[in-house]
Structures are given as structure tokens and as C-alpha cells.
């Protein structure tokens, strides 16, 4: 099993950054992929950036060049680091750890809330 807390959320103008972090603790080496996703009212859960053990990664249109996904070198700690920021990004942001092809993890969450 996984746990999962993440944390960097908060509020920032238009153009700004943040950094969140997802620490993992438990069964870290059985995590094949780990992501972030985001989720506003009245819409689904959406993917914003992923990272595969092999550190592959991906990242939705809306965030790419913008947005990186990175982990540390123990690979106990997720980050994202999202710069140029904007309204549309307000959201609550979630880390995911995938174990094997059907198990996954989710944290708590994060508010991020971006101000025009």
C-alpha cells in the first residue's frame, strides 16, 4: 500500500508560479507510474502531467511548456512546477500512484487558485 500528501497549494496572480509536492510513503518500488490530475466543479478529474518509472513523461496540451513533472532521486517525493499560471488553472490538484495495471492511490488534494 501507498500514501500520498501533497502540498504547495495556494493562491497567485495571473502569470505566477508554484511548485507542489506529493510525498509517497509505503510500497514505493511497486509503483509503475505516478500523476497529477486537477478537477474543477461540475467537471471530471483530468490528467495534467504523468511520470513512468523509467521517468517518461506526458502532459496534457492545456499545460505543456508550461508545467513539469519531476521526482527526487530516492523517488519519494513528486513534484510539479507550474509556471506562467493561469485562471483557467484553478483547480484541485491531486497525485495519483498507479500500482501494477488495476491498483492505484490517491492523495488528499491541493487548492490552487490563480487571480486575474
Known amino acids: 500500500q501507498v500514501q500520498l500528501v501533497e502540498s504547495g497549494g495556494g493562491l497567485v496572480q495571473a502569470g505566477g508560479s508554484l511548485r507542489l509536492s506529493c510525498v509517497a510513503a509505503g510500497s514505493i518500488s511497486s509503483i509503475n507510474v505516478m500523476g497529477w490530475y486537477r478537477q474543477v466543479p461540475g467537471k471530471q478529474r483530468e490528467l495534467v502531467a504523468a511520470?513512468?518509472?523509467?521517468?517518461?513523461?506526458n502532459y496534457a496540451d492545456s499545460v505543456k511548456g508550461r508545467f513539469t513533472i519531476s521526482r527526487n532521486n530516492a523517488k519519494t517525493t513528486l513534484y510539479l512546477q507550474m509556471n506562467s499560471l493561469k485562471p483557467e488553472d484553478t483547480a484541485v490538484y491531486y497525485c495519483k500512484a498507479q500500482m501494477g495495471v488495476v491498483r492505484s492511490y490517491w492523495g488528499q488534494g491541493t487548492q490552487v487558485t490563480v487571480s486575474s
Open positions: 511520470i513512468t518509472s523509467g521517468d517518461r513523461t
